[in-house]
Every structure is written in C-alpha cells, then in structure tokens.
C-alpha cells in the first residue's frame, strides 16, 4: 500500500468541524422550508409560491374579465422572475388555484382540462389557459397603492410583494397544507360569509373568545360539502387550541325503485378524497366479502358525483348498510386541523380562530393606513401643481412672455410668480390647449375637492375608530360579494351527528342469530353444531382423538382461546366450521405457537371480568373486552417464565376468590387485593412450598363457597364456616373442609 494522501496546505484550505457545518446547513434549509416554501403568512394565507403566482398574473394583465394566457407563460415568468424552482411544481401549485374541488374559493380561474374529483391529471401547461377571479382581484387589491412592502427577487433584476394587502380573509377561507421540517400545517377550508361576520363581531368586541365566534363559525366549509360529525365540544377545543380534526361523511340519501327495491346514493364525498380511488377500495372490499351488506357499487357520476350502492336484500337497513361503509372506507374521513403559519411573516406559530381572525384584521389596518397614507402624499403633490397653475392663471400673457423670450424660462417663472420646481416644471409642461377659462374652472373644482380629500385622509389616519368603520365596511362589501345567497357563497358541508348504530357491532349485525353448541377436541380441532345440543355421546372424532370441551354460544359471538404461553385468541363463531364432518384444525384459523396447548375457550361477554393465573400461582384480573385480539397473531396477556404454563381462567363472580394448590392447603380472601391489569405477571395468589396451584373460585362470601364432588352433589360451607380459610392473598392456607373431592377442584 502506498502513503495516505495528505490535503493540501497553503492558502484557501479552512479547516471547520463538521458537526458545525452540518448543523449550520441544516438549519439553513430548515428554515428556508419553513419561511419560503411550506407554511402560508397569516396576512393572506399564501405560500410564496402562490403570492408570486398572482403578482406574476398580475403584471400579465390576467384580471377578471380579461382575455385568457397560457399556463406556460405564467409559469414562464414566475420561474424567471420570482421562484428558481422546477416548472411542473409551479404548475402543479396553479392547477391547484384553479381546481373548485380542491380550492373553496379558486384564484385562478382556468380555461381547458384543470384535472377532476377522481384524481386525474391537467393537462399540460401548453395546453391549459388562466386569469384570476374576483377572490384573486380582492387578494391584490391596492398592491400599487404602497400597501405593503417589497423585496428584492433572488437575483435582485426586480422587485416582489412581500405580503399581498388581502381583502379577503383567504387564510382560513381557502385553507392550506404543507409540510415543513420539524413542523407541518393543515388548515381546512371554511365559509367566507361566516368569516366575515365573526370578523365584523371581533372589530366591536377585540376580546371575543373562540367560543363566542363559533356561532359565527360553526366549523369548516368543504369545497366537496360532506357532512361534518364532529361534536360541538371538540369543534370548540379544535378552534380554541388551533389543533384537532373534524369527521367528514358523504352525503347520500335513499331512492326507491319498484317492486319494494331501494338503492343508496351518494352525492358528495369526503374533501380531498379522490373519488376513483375511493370507488377501487369498495369494490375490492365486495370482492373479498368484507361487506356482506353490499352487492355492488356503481360510479353514474357526469359533472356531478353520483355513486350508487346497490344492498344484497331489500330487507337491509339502509342506514346499517352506509354505517358499515363509513366506518371500513373513506367515506368517513377525518380532516386533521393544525393551524401553523407565519405570524408577521416571520414566526411560525399554532394560532386559535381568534387570533388568526385579529391577524389578519391587524394587518387590513395596516394597509389601510399605507394606502391612505399614500392617497394623501399624492394629493400634497396635486395640490402643489394645482396651486401653481392657478397662479399663472391670472396672468397668463406674462407667463407666455416669459417662456417666449427668456432664455432660462423656468428659473424666470419661478422668481416672477415665486413658484417651486414641480409647480414651475408643471407650468412648463401644460399643453396651449389647456390655457382656456374652463381648465381655471376645473382646477380651481380639482383643488376644492382636493382640500376636502385631504382634511378627511388626516381624520380618518388620526382615528383608530374611524380605521376600524373603514375597514367594517369594506368586510362588509366582501360579505354581500360572497352571502349565503350567491352560488359560490352558499354553505356546502353540513352538520349532523352520527346515528346510534353508530356503536353497533357491525360484524353482529352482519351475522344472522342463531344458537351453536362449540367442540373443541383434544388434538386442537374446533367445529359448531347447530342448536344447543345437550347430548355429545353420539359426535364422531377423528382417529384417536376425543371432546376436551364444548359449551353454548351463539353465531353472533367471539370466541376467545387462552393457551399456556399466556397468548390470547380471537374466533368469530359464525367463521367456524359446521358439525358434519370433524371440524378443522384451530392453528389454521390462527398462529399458534409451537408447543403452546388450549386451556379453556370460551364466548366473550362484553364487560366481565377474569381471573387469570399461571402455574406457580401469579395472576391478576383482567376485562374481557382488554383480551380481543384482532389480528392471527393473538395477544400477550399472561407472562410466563420458562418452566410455567398458564394454569387457570376463572370468572368474576363475587367479592372473594378460593385457591387450591397441589399441596391441598385452601386459602380464601377478598377478590380486590388481586390488582387489575391488562397485561404481566400479576401477583402471588397463594404461598406454596412445593408445587403450584389447581384451582380457583370466585364466589359472594355472604352466599357461601360452593363446590361439586365426584357424585355431581352441591356442597355448601357458609361464611361463619368458613373463617378458618378467610385470610389475606399469598398467605399458605390450610387443609380443606369435610367433603373436598380429592381431584382439588370446585367442580369435582
């Protein structure tokens, strides 16, 4: 091997550590997504590519109304002039603009195949034609009237708004998405005339809770409609924190067809779910039979959305039927809310409906302020002219004198009449045609009204009321533009709360009702006869195989398998094989370990309670409801150590529980020293020196310990009896009372 190559030495090598560099070019990027690409300004609700977009429209002359450009020339010059980055994600960003589906009130107004519900594409920007809509008019209203500030492009050739002046509160009325690094934003689209008004309400009382603004916002407004099932108190916390979500349902309704047949359809669909793909995961739900309730799904839809929902039998309940499909698609979808933006332009930060609403108020002001400010600079300027060309009115065959004969007419003009610059400049610059008495006459109507222009502009910038009048009214106007009334204004999404079966066990009511009796065999085979069958002494077993246990149940059931590795499984008894032939093995049903034998399987009841305990005498009690498990792998529920096995699986029945062990000692004590927990080892139930446990009843102390002994007779011993055994949990016990079978068990 040859030398290592050492770096160069001398002049321009800087050593730096590279943690250093790393961190300072990270934080660099960081905050160039977070400030110039990802998070919208709180003044107007737009990201930097979308301000450039319309100030680029803007300079086109792309107005309402006027004559429609391509799209490739409008991303031509915002590429060139303003935003370095790559054309299709420019176009992208303007296709979004101008798609009513995706925006609630679009900027853009687009001419050619702008891309549909369904998720398709638009068509290439050489085809594809835009201006801007009246909301985009409001957005940049005043922008030449020094309303707000500009900076320099990136490669400083021209200048760029750095905030548009935003007549329209287009922040939380068009909404926005976008992920930055470390932080993201979510902000779901709502209803300009509600916001509006909650704005109006804001101006007369600066300190209105969220809550009082939300019978102004009662929540969002989808450019898709839907329906909103979000309950008033989590609408409220989501706007008062400025983080949360909203369920969004389709819209359907039944239509009846003849001879008693019915079909479901659905008119809106949930806000930014592609209808296509929605469509594509229903059918392949049908096709793999997880909705028994459907026979099949159609798209009629044109330029409206029509999908239509066909039952498998009349006698279905329409409102079971669409529960089933809101809670396994997309039809229910939650529109998450995390209303992360730039304050000032400058800071991120999650603002509630209040403050987003005051930002957004603050920042009209302020560009009321620079407009006004600015009408009133350039009626001090008006006016100095003006005053001028009155003077030279009264003596114009002196002024024509001097400008005939003077070489130096403009210095001449300015000692005859005692002018200035500008008034001798604009003197100068007046056309013959204007020096008749009527242009005195409407100069002298320029300056009265002039005068009056100004004394209102210095009253209303020394007025924060009249401000606020100002800005009222404009509100105002943009509420009458956008009311309930207009077809663009109108509240698309609505409000409802889900029906009660909603909290029906929809794979129950899948499931006709009917009686089964469960075989469970030896060898871990599993079937179900139909009806409770008492007697089994005549059920054929395969080969040496024989009944380990059975019990009733019923088709609508889960079933639920405790094995000795501690792991818990999940049968749905209407899945299980019928009682023809022997059944099928349990391991193909789920994903047993190897090794690990059934204990007990049992019909879960929803809301009861169990005991469970390993060998060596450690449990706990645990809700049987904790113990589903919902996937072929099962659920950890007991730990067992090498050398265990998990023994019992007892009922709560009762206040005190009764062990046994192998060594015969007897314990009882009360039920709530054993701690609840849904999964562990739990804690020792009974002290044994040798050996484990056998057995374990729960029972009510007042009513006495039962048991069963070999003849199948009832022993009872009462609680006044039984206060030799009565102590506390992990104590050693003592031997049993007269009459204990020999096998160590409650059940003989």
Known sequence: MGKPVEPPSGDGVTSVNLREALEERYLAYALSTIMHRALPDARDGLKPVHRRLLYAMRLLKLDPGAAFKKCARVVGDVIGKYHPHGDQSVYDALVRLAQDFAQRYPLVDGQGNFGNIDGDNAAAMRYTEA??????????????EDSVDFRETYDGSEEEPMVLPAAFPNLL?????????????????HNAAELCDAALYLIGHPQATSDQLLNFVPGPDFPTGGVIVESRESIAETYRTGRGGFRVRARWHKEELPRGGWIIVVTEIPYLVPKSRLIEKIAELVNDKKLPFLADIRDESAEDVRVVFEPRARTIDPVLLMESLFKLTELESRISMNMNVLTAGLVPKVLSLPEALREWLDHRRVVLQRRSQNRLNQIERRLEIVRGLLIVY???DRVIKIIREEDEAKQALIKAFTLTDNQAEAILNTRLRSLRRLEEMELKKELADLIDEKSKLDELLGDEKAQW??????????KKTFSQETKIGRRRSTFDTPPETADIDLTKAMVEREPLTVVVTEKGWIRALKGHQQDLSS????????????????????????????????LDASKLPGGRGFGDPIRLMVDLDE??????????KPGSKLLVSSSIGRGFVIGSDEMIANTRKGRQV???????????????????VATIGENRK????PIAQIPEMGRGKGVRLQKYKDGGIVDAKTFTLAEGLTWLDTSSRTWTVTEADLREWIGNRAEAGRLPPKGFPKSSRFSG
């Not at 090794?595 to 879960?604: E, L, M, R, Y």
């Not at 050398?643 to 007892?650: A, F, R």
């Not at 007897?666 to 004590?669: A, D, H, N, S």
Request: charged content about 20%; glycine content about 10%.
């Open 173 to 189: 009325a068009n909404g926005s998405q976008g992920i930055a690094v470390g932080m993201a934003t979510s902000i779901p689209p």
């Open 539 to 570: 059920l054929q077993f395969k080969g040496d195989d024989g009944l380990k246990f059975s019990f009733f149940t019923e088709t609508t059931a889960k079933l639920l398998m405790m094995m000795t590795d501690g792991k818990v499984f999940t």
């Open 469 to 478: 009048k100002t800005i009222s009214s404009q509100i105002r106007d943009v």
């Open 666 to 669: 007897l314990l009882v004590f």
């Open 394 to 396: 009264l003596d114009l």
């Open 595 to 604: 090794g690990a034998d059934i204990i007990k399987v049992w019909p879960h």
């Open 638 to 656: 007991l730990n067992v150590d090498p050398g265990e096995v998990t023994k019992l699986v007892v009922p709560v029945e009762g206040d005190h």
């Open 131 to 144: 201006r801007l809509t009246e909301v985009a008019r409001l957005i940049l209203e005043g922008l030449d």
